[in-house]
C-alpha cells in the first residue's frame, strides 16, 4: 500500500476561496446546492445514445445536446464553465496565466473519441486531455490531467495543497470533470444482475450505480495569504492511498485506512466530525464496503455524525465526484442545510447506525466534514475540510 499526507505538519491549512459546478441538476453552484437540499435529482430517460442496446433505461445527463444529437467536446465546455465560476467566485477573472489548474477525471473527453471514431465527428487527440482549451480560455500555461477513476478529482486536491504547501504558487485551480460514454455505460450495464432504474445509495433494494455528467471546480489559496475573497472554508486534510486489493472490488481495509489517515493529517478524532459526505454509490459491493470500513474506523461514533450520499441525485459523475462532494460539505458547512439521500428507505445492516439525512434536508450546527472518495484499483482519498471562522 502507498499512501500520501499532502500538507506537512505546521503548513497552514489552504482556504478554499472560489465554487464552480455544473451537473444535471443546476448549472451554478448556487443551483446545484439548491437543487440537492429540495431533492430534486438529475435522473431521466438515456438521452445520449440508443436505448435499445442497452438494459439500463436511465442516466444522469446535463441536458445541453442541440437537437438532441450528440456532439464533441461537452465535458471541455463543462470544466471551462466550472473553471470560469470559481476563478470569478475567487476574484481571479479569467487571467489564470500565473495560476495551475489539476484536473481529475475518469474518462477525459473519451465520449468525444468515441464520436470521431465510429460518427466521424471532429476530434483532435489533442483536446483529450483539457489542456489546449484551459489555454485558449484562461491563459494557462500549467495544466495538470489526474485520471485516476473516481477518486481522480480529490487526488488533484492532494496535488493542489501540495503545491501551496511547497510555496509553489499562491493559489491553485482544482477541477474535476466527465461525462457519460458509451463504452463505460455497456460496460456497467452488463455487470449488474439487475439493470438499475435510479441510484439508491445504502438502501437494501439498490440495484447498481448510473453514471451522470458533471464538473466541478475549486479554488484553492495557501493559508494566512492575501485578504479579499470570502472563504468557504478550509482543507484540514487529504489522504489518498491504493491498496490495489482488486480491479473492481473495495477492500474495506484499504478504505479504512485512508478515513484513519484523513483524520491523523487532520488532527482531529472520529467524533469531532460532523458530517460525512458518503461516497455512496448504490452498487452491492461498494456501499457494504464503505459502510464497513466506516463502522470500523468511528466505532461507537458511528452514530454521530449526519451522513448523506449525493450521487442518489446527481448520479455518478466519476473523476469529478469526489470535489463534487467536497463543494456539498462546504456549502453545508456554511449554511447548516444538509441534503437527503433521495431514495433511501431502508439501510443495508452494515450501516444500520448511520444518522442518515433521508426524506428532506435537515440542518444543524457543523463545523468539521469528511469526504470520501473511493476508486477501481483500490484508489481512495479522504478529505477533510473546516468551516471558516471557525
Known sequence: MTDQDPVAPGTPHPDVVGLGAVNSVGDSVDEVFEALCAGRDGRAELRGFDRGRFRAQHAYEIDDRPDGRDV????????VRAVEEAARDAGLGTDLT?????????????RSAELGWRDGAAFDVADLHFGRALREHFGAVRTYTVSNACSASLYALAMGCDLLASGDAEHVVVAGVDTLTESMYGLLDRVHMEPPDRVRPFD????????????????LRRGGGAQGAQVHGRVRSVHVNCDAYHVTAPDPGGVAEAVRGAHRQAGVKPADIDLVLLHGTGTLLNDEAEAAAIGEVFGPHTAGPLMTAVKSMTGHTSGGSGLLSLIVALRSLTSGRVPPTVGLRTPIDEAGDF?????????????????????????????VVERAGR
Do not use: H
Open 204 to 219: 437494501e433494494d439498490r440495484r447498481g450505480v448510473l453514471m451522470g455528467d458533471g464538473a466541478a471546480a475549486i479554488v
Open 98 to 110: 500565473e495560476v495551475p489548474i489539476l484536473v481529475g477525471t475518469g474518462l477525459r473527453e473519451l
Open 72 to 79: 464533441p467536446g461537452r465535458a471541455t465546455r463543462w470544466l
Open 355 to 383: 444518522r442518515f439525512v433521508q426524506g428532506a434536508e435537515t440542518t444543524a450546527e457543523l463545523t468539521l466534514a469528511q469526504v470520501n472518495a473511493f476508486g477501481f484499483g483500490g484508489v481512495n482519498a479522504v478529505a
